[in-house]
């Protein structure tokens, strides 16, 4: 699916006539009340719900739980476009919504970008897409190599405040809650129209999460004859087939990618999962039939959006999209996010402790061991409150440190440089940082642990829609029902001492919903490490990233030093912990390779970071 949102104005046609026509030769056309183009693109058919007539029109593009009929009346009694702020909260799924009313034009995406909104300046006017490339060659620009050197931060890219930026020059995205507002004069604005819940909601019986989770996967299985998901036998992705397991009028094709070493305990709980599943296909994918990590596409050409997160297993998504095809479905659920919403962190104790003291200390206590911290470190990470802007200030002056792992409060987790950054790119990153902090920087939501959970959800959504663009080959689009708002909210809503329990790893999950998964499976306290899937790739594909590396664009751009790059891909690691930032390098430098020549920018190499 791809689209351009146009404004009620006559410079609409000029756009249309330069901006690269999405999809298809032949695109399909939607027009305003005036007869003017408004949403110009490529859609299949069953993913788009289109209400309203006359100066008040409505769509909603994507997967969509949702009565037209309840859409329409309300949509009728909007009078301005604040007015669908409640409309926007009702279907359940994941989709961009884009209304036009009396000309004004509103286009939002996801809170976790699985659907997300770009727009820039054309023709002079505001034109928004549901990809970056359709409108970077129209903003006039190359690439932001500021932007680049962004990118280059691990585990999952830079901070919220600048990871709402966009890799190309003059295209920009609504910061997460906010839509983007187009008037009939062409200029733009965004609004926030959300605002996270409370966690002020008794779980009970999880009645409210089990049916969001329930409305999230009918949205997917709807008018689907199959749809396809994993099975990993991890908890949260064999839930979901039981969930998808009760859709009427749906088969399920169930899929799992036995791990490399063969010790692993996945594979057993996988098996018995299907045990339960009679009425579903599985099938059970050896490594020897695998991709490795780190290996190239074979068929799907690079996306241009911008560098693809968790790019090591981008050959794995593809070959993936083609099983899933073969198996009759074009969508793929998969348990994305369940940790981020169910796994209780150190955030969240930290939040209890704040609102229930007593009932956070026990959980403090199991935490402690678990990660084996001294007192005087379980101590500080409890006691520290900084505000947003302070962490974030703070974290601008630690981008080249050692990486502290499993303690510290903070807001997210943190962002870290390679150790092959250049000085000058680790000023610029830095600069940029301090630059967000003195914007005086909004958190996502006033609790640390909620802020986390939505940042961490955007960064899935993101995965899963740049996961799509590589299903695409093969005609199939990967979901998370985990990342989806009306799950989001539900989870958020939660309160925190109900988010916690001694003898359960992801309580609100198996309360929410227990008598629909077996207990057995529920009750699954750990998963397998995928750490040998890794190095068996970087051991087959070794010499493929040392060539890569020999010879890169970063290092042209004076953003890498690559002797030092060289040195990470040679050595024998203990752990996977320092091949954390490959991955971003990795990524980064594929994109590079992967624009015209036209848009490559070189520069000399700098000196490399003290």
Known sequence: MEFVVLPDHPAGAEVLASVPSPGLPRPKVLEHHSGRPWLVGDWPDDEIVCVGTGPRRLVLLGCAGVDPGSLAARLDRARSLADLDDLARLPAGSFHLVASLDGEVRVQGTLSTACQVFYTRAAGVTVAASRAESLAAHAGAGIDEERVALELLSPFGPPAPLSEGSVWRGVRSPRIGHCLEIHRDGTARTRRWWTPPEPERRLGDGD????????AVAARTAGQTTVSADLSGGLDSTSLCFVAARSPGTDLATLHYEGHGGRGEDLAHAR???????????????????????????????????????????????????????????????????????????????????????????????????RRWSLATTARTMAASPSYRRWLADEADRLVADRSWGSGASWEVPARLPPWITRDAASTVRRLMREAVAADPEPLAALPVQHEMIWINRVNGTVMRR?????????????????????????????????VATNRLKPVLARALDGVVPTGILHRTGKDDASPTLYAGLRRRRGELLDLAEDTRLARMGLIDTAELRRLLLATHADTRPLMPFDPT?????????LPAAGATTAAPSSRTP
């Not at 009679?278 to 490795?292: F, I, K």
Request: charged letters at 25%; one cysteine or more; a neutral charge.
């Open 586 to 594: 990795l990524a980064c430098e594929l994109w590079l390779r992967a």
């Open 208 to 215: 409210f999460v089990r049916e969001a989770l329930f409305d």
């Open 272 to 370: 018995r999962a299907a045990e339960a599943l009679p009425q579903a296909r599985h099938l059970v994918v050896p490594p020897t039939d695998t991709p490795d990590w780190y290996a190239p596409f074979e068929h799907t050409p690079h996306d241009r959006e911008g560098p693809l997160m968790f790019v090591r297993a981008r050959a794995t998504v593809e070959h993936q999209a083609g099983l899933v095809a073969s198996l009759g479905a074009r969508r793929h659920l998969q348990g994305v996010g369940g940790d981020e919403l169910f796994l209780p962190g150190a955030m969240c104790l930290h939040g209890l402790l704040r609102r229930d003291p007593a009932a956070a200390l026990p959980h403090i206590r199991a935490l402690r061991a678990k």
């Open 467 to 499: 996961n799509s663009s590589i299903g695409a080959h093969a005609g199939v689009t990967f979901h998370a029902p985990y990342t989806d708002d009306r799950v989001l909210e539900a989870v958020l809503s939660v309160r925190l001492a109900d988010r």
